[in-house]
């Protein structure tokens, strides 16, 4: 292991080799939002939160996937990272229809205490109002694609964890959408183990057990992150 | 120094919000000692929009020709226009109808498809506001000061944000106890 120093909001850090910029601010406790990334699975830098500035560089990099190297200088706070987060946030609920009051995930949604934490109290986007479906299939979860933001969490999970790869990313653009199986209701999929790994991923209430009414979602992360431990570490214990 | 002239108006909503304002139970009194309620649809009887409004809660998202109306009326009007709520806010459950496109399906859907007896479309001008074809957050057809999410704002929330303005300061939108929508 070799040491790689710098610096994050002019705090001196100490970490090792590889590690991402995200991971490095974790560890020494600066907190920077985040929607797409998930403890035990590979990072994609889909949802645009984690930029940070870096000195010397005109560009904004995403925290999750860029590694750190000697003599950085990060920024994660500034004024622009700040506007600009606020301003994907309110994208996101201006692009799906997010209804917060008759939620499943309602006080319990990483969506709506990230708009807290960016300070949205309104969007300043037309709503787009989109005509997504719901999928119901399933004899014990469900779909609304009404709530997803494309994270592709549950995308991940699947593959990388259960090793199932029920889910992915159909169409580009604003058409884009999760899919399961090959473009199959979710229920006629015959790869999916009905492990639930994807609702405990789902950031919003996208996902859910059906019989879940509202603000009755409370998602179980840390299962994944202990699922991920055991079988690296073999440590069984929670 | 003359009292502060207080409106709350209610679009479309289901009128939690102003439920909530209820539930401010006996700081009402102190309220009441400190405004004047000019227009409302709990604290007055009046149907025409007063002139020079301080504040005014505004409840509900912009649905329907007659809300259209009050809101252009109430933001010439008034000083400080304050979102009421999620569906001021955001359009909430009001604007879910917008998600089977414009206002001839939806009322296709409520008044034939669904209508039991002699279905037919509700049609009476100058009684019935017709309806728009999307139903729109406030800020979409007027400029808004000031933005109180939650469906609806607790009590406290509520209060939280009108003393200030009794002060004659400006209330701090931040944070979960504030700004958390639902």
Not at chain 1, 203 to 210: A, D, E, V
Not at chain 2, 53 to 68: K, R
Not at chain 2, 105 to 126: C, F
């Amino acid at each position: 292991m070799s040491v790689v120093t710098l610096k994050i909001n002019d705090q001196e850090l100490a970490t090792e080799t590889g590690k991402t910029i995200l991971e490095a601010a974790q560890d020494a406790g600066i907190r920077i939002p985040t929607l797409c990334h998930l403890d035990g699975i590979t990072d994609v830098g889909a949802c645009r939160l984690c930029l940070i500035e870096l000195k010397g560089g005109r560009k904004l990099l995403p925290a999750c996937v860029t590694e750190v190297a000697e003599g950085m200088e990060v920024e994660t706070h500034t004024e622009k990272l700040q506007d600009y987060r606020r301003m994907i946030v309110e994208l996101l609920f201006s692009e799906g229809n997010h209804v917060c009051a008759i939620c499943v995930a309602n006080e319990n949604c990483e969506l709506q205490d990230v708009a807290v934490e960016v300070g949205m109290d309104h969007t300043r986007f037309r709503y787009r109002f989109p005509d997504r479906h719901i999928d119901l299939s399933h004899p014990q979860f469900g779909i609304d694609h009404n709530r997803c933001i494309l994270c592709t969490r549950c995308v991940r999970v699947c593959d990388e964890i259960e090793g199932a790869h029920v889910w992915d990313v159909a169409q580009r653009g604003a058409a884009e959408y999760i899919v399961s199986g090959l473009s199959q209701p979710w229920g006629e999929v015959d790869a999916c183990t009905a492990c639930g790994k994807c609702v405990d991923a789902c950031p919003t209430g996208s996902i859910f057990r059906k019989g879940t009414t509202t603000a009755e979602k409370v998602g179980d992360r840390d299962k994944l992150q202990f699922l991920v431990t055991a079988r690296q570490e073999r440590q069984w214990t929670r | 120094m003359a009292k502060i002239r207080l409106a709350t108006v209610w679009l479309a909503g289901c009128s939690g919000c102003h439920m909530s304002f209820l539930d401010m139970d006996e700081w009402l009194i102190e309220l009441a000692e400190q405004v004047e309620v000019v227009f409302s649809p709990v604290g007055s009887d009046l149907k025409e929009y007063p002139e020079n409004v301080d504040v005014c809660l505004v409840e509900g998202g912009v649905a329907n020709e007659e809300n259209l109306e009050l809101a252009l009326e109430l933001r010439d009007r008034t000083k400080t226009v304050i979102s009421f709520g999620d569906c001021a806010v955001t359009a909430n459950v009001p604007g879910m109808r917008n998600m089977l496109g414009g206002a001839e399906p939806v009322l296709k859907r409520a008044y034939l498809e669904l209508g039991d007896k002699t279905p037919q479309l509700p049609h009476a001008p100058g009684i019935v506001p017709e309806l728009l074809e999307k139903v729109q957050p406030l800020h979409s057809v007027i400029p808004v000061d000031i933005f109180m999410p939650g469906c609806p704002p607790s009590a406290e929330r509520i209060r939280a944000t009108l003393e200030p303005l009794l002060r004659g300061e400006q209330p701090e939108m931040v944070g979960r106890e504030m700004i958390k929508f639902g």
